[in-house]
């Protein structure tokens, strides 16, 4: 096992990691901005280095000075948490490079399932059900025509390179189709350096159903079964449950073996995400892999009982993973509500400011996720998510009750949070149901 682990993030993951170091006894190094300089989890690092101003690329993303704060203090290892360079293949190099481990996939893994083109071609050679599209990226117009004309209609361009829901354009015809295309690739590689696009149908309405896998360096995988994570907005996940409500057994676990599949296909090791979406059918079509940690993780842990931080620090020390597929049982439900410092009734402004009332519920089956104490100062510089709220109960329906309880202890001010919009969801008719789609709190918001 590793001696002592730098932490290259911040805010509520930072400590979610600092805690696994400190239960698997190693030590934990944070950096951290000067906007975050009296953040208290700092204080439960072994070591809190300043690496620069508040801005990420002077101080978060800035690979030199991760580095040498990394040196300074003489770690094995560092977690990457998610965000900043969590998928930065060029990173995960630096640290090899630098004989420092990166807790997370090889450069080699993280590379070929990040683009998307290539992601999607090692899915179809492992039997992960894909969209159906162009094979890999368009090399001219009428290729991309005559593709979408044989999957019919509306599809999407996305960039292969692309990220954080840009650099996609759906298409609902042929003339929109050869004028998007142009302009597609030219921003793609304006946004990311490679302009290479690709094609695939366009579903209209469909839940979004992810799988967490772990990986390890012995070329074993497992699936700690589903999530669904259809409660967005703008991209953005606000709520997430597992297991998914209403899907078909069979299905589910033919998907899950599917991608724990995949994972092994790219000789993966950590924690990883295979993003998919179900249709109306319980179809399901792959969207992408995240190589990393993700926000969500906790509703998986609740339900496993697995500690997957742990395990991303476990398996990255050359470990065995200590589970096998027959050992991973779901029991119960869990559900995670994203506490963002924003405004639910303007248009979900950010709020920064100081949080000087902060009253976390407590009871049975709640876990909260949070660096935030009374007296908080949250910065403007980074993503508003405060605290991840998770409850765990026997079933969907005391799970949401449980959560309802809990949302109505937590009392959080003079800044504004998402909770009111989380109490109002609770009590949603078609939320309770199970199995709203993607679009359906943006159209609920409207
Ligand atoms: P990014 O890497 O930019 O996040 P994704 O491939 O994960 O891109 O897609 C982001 C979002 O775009 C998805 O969560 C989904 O809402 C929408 N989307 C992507 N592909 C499709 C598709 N084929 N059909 C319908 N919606 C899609």
């Known amino acids: 096992m590793f001696r002592r682990i730098l932490i ?18 190693v030590e934990a190094v944070c ?96 039997k992960v ?82 799988v967490q896998v772990l990986g390890d360096k012995h070329g074993h995988a497992i699936h700690l079964y589903e999530r669904d994570c259809s409660t967005q907005r703008r991209h953005q996940k606000l709520i997430e449950e597992a297991p998914g409500p209403l899907i078909d057994r069979k299905r589910r676990d ?48 609740m339900i496993t009982g697995v500690d997957i931080v742990k395990m991303s620090i476990l398996v990255a020390s050359g470990e065995p993973l200590p589970y096998k597929q027959k050992d991973i049982s779901i ?13 639910p009734d303007k248009n979900f402004m950010p709020c920064a400011g100081r949080i000087t009332t902060f009253e976390p519920p407590g009871g049975p089956g709640v876990r909260l996720d949070t660096h935030v104490v009374t007296g908080y100062m949250v910065p403007p510089n980074y993503d508003s998510m405060i605290g991840k709220l998770i409850v765990h109960a026997d079933d969907r329906e005391q799970c949401m009750n449980r959560m309802a309880r809990a949302l109505r202890e937590f009392n959080v001010g003079p800044i504004k949070t998402t909770i009111p919009l989380h109490q109002r969801l609770m009590e949603n008719a078609d939320f309770r149901k199970g199995g709203v789609d993607i679009h359906y709190l943006e159209r609920l918001l409207k």
């Open 254 to 301: 033919a998907t899950c073996e599917a991608a724990a599949r995949l994972i092994k296909a790219a000789e993966y090791s950590g924690a990883a995400t295979v993003e998919f979406l179900m249709d109306g059918k319980q179809n399901f079509y792959m969207l992408e892999v995240n190589t990393r940690v993700q926000v969500e993780h906790p509703v998986t842990e």
């Open 8 to 25: 290259a993030n911040r805010g509520e993951i930072a400590l979610r990691i600092i805690r696994a170091c400190r239960e698997l006894g």
């Open 31 to 126: 950096v951290y901005s000067t906007a975050d300089k009296d953040a208290p989890y700092l204080k439960l690092a072994d070591r809190a280095i300043c690496i620069g101003p508040p801005p990420a690329r002077e101080s978060y993303i800035n690979i030199p000075k991760i580095i040498a704060a990394a040196e300074i203090a003489d770690v094995d290892a560092i977690h990457p948490g998610y965000g900043f360079l969590s998928e930065r293949a060029d990173f995960a190099q630096i640290c090899r490079d630098c004989k420092i481990e990166f807790i997370g996939p090889s450069p080699e893994a993280m590379a070929k399932l990040g683009d998307k083109v290539e992601c999607k071609r090692t899915a179809k050679a492992a």
């Open 331 to 343: 029991r119960g439900h869990a559900m995670e509500c994203r506490i963002n410092a924003e405004d």
């Open 129 to 210: 059900p894909i969209f159906p599209g162009s094979e890999g990226a368009i090399e001219d117009e009428e290729e991309a025509v005559k593709v979408a004309s044989e999957i019919g209609y509306p599809v999407i361009i996305k960039a292969s390179a692309g990220g954080g829901g840009r650099g996609m354009k759906v298409c609902h015809n042929e003339a929109t189709l050869r004028t998007n295309l142009r302009i597609a690739s030219q921003e793609a590689l304006a946004a990311f350096g490679n302009g290479a696009v690709f094609i695939e149908k366009f579903l209209e309405h469909a839940r979004h159903v992810e």
